[in-house]
């Protein structure tokens, strides 16, 4: 064990060792308690801020969190109809066609059987009209295409440009949302 202790330089041994062996008592630098102290509430008080920053952020991401949550919910409930509504309208305008084609005969059977598709159709748009249906005709006002589509162009110097001429097919709104755009024919001069 000797040679190990003799090969063994002082760059190697702290500093406290080399002066006990010296016979001098080790030495600590002196540190001011209330320095330290400082130091650490300070630290701690930094700490503190940033969990207290971090608690704020997660706040508010819960709160945004929420609110996209109760809006998606509303909007679910608002048009939870709408499937079933947009099967529906090819119905009315299969009952639009019936009638149309039945009031143009004057055969006494078939004015019994529109009476009835009459009352069938009341029915059904009375229904729509309750779950907030409501149909798009704009005949007279200017094309726009958030409501319509353009299926027809016509050249008619009595109406002014890009004017609806005439409601090709009826388009429907749930709400305030387009669920089938109006097919309409529109003065383009």
Do not use: H
């Not at 952020?57 to 947009?86: F, G, H, P």
């Amino acid at each position: 064990m000797k040679k190990k202790e003799e090969n063994i330089t002082t760059e190697q041994v702290p500093e406290q060792e080399i002066k006990m062996e010296n016979g001098e008592a080790p030495t600590t630098p002196e540190i001011d308690p209330v320095q330290a102290l400082t130091e650490q509430v300070n630290k701690l008080q930094k700490e503190k801020e940033e969990l207290i920053e971090q608690i704020k952020y997660s706040q508010a991401e819960l709160v945004s969190y929420r609110m996209r949550k109760d809006e998606e919910t509303q909007n679910l409930l608002k048009y939870a109809s709408q499937d079933l509504i947009s099967e529906l309208i090819p119905l009315i305008d299969n009952f639009e066609r019936a009638i149309k084609l039945a009031s143009s005969s004057n055969n006494e059977e078939v004015s019994k059987y529109l009476t009835g598709f009459q009352m069938m159709y009341t029915s059904y748009v009375d229904i729509l009209k309750k779950y907030g249906v409501e149909e798009i005709n704009r005949v007279g006002e200017v094309f726009d295409s958030k409501l319509e589509q353009a299926m027809v162009a016509e050249s008619n110097p009595d109406y002014p440009d890009e004017v609806v001429l005439e409601v090709l097919q009826k388009g429907y709104k749930l709400k305030d949302r387009v669920i089938r755009p109006a097919s309409v024919k529109i003065n383009q001069l």
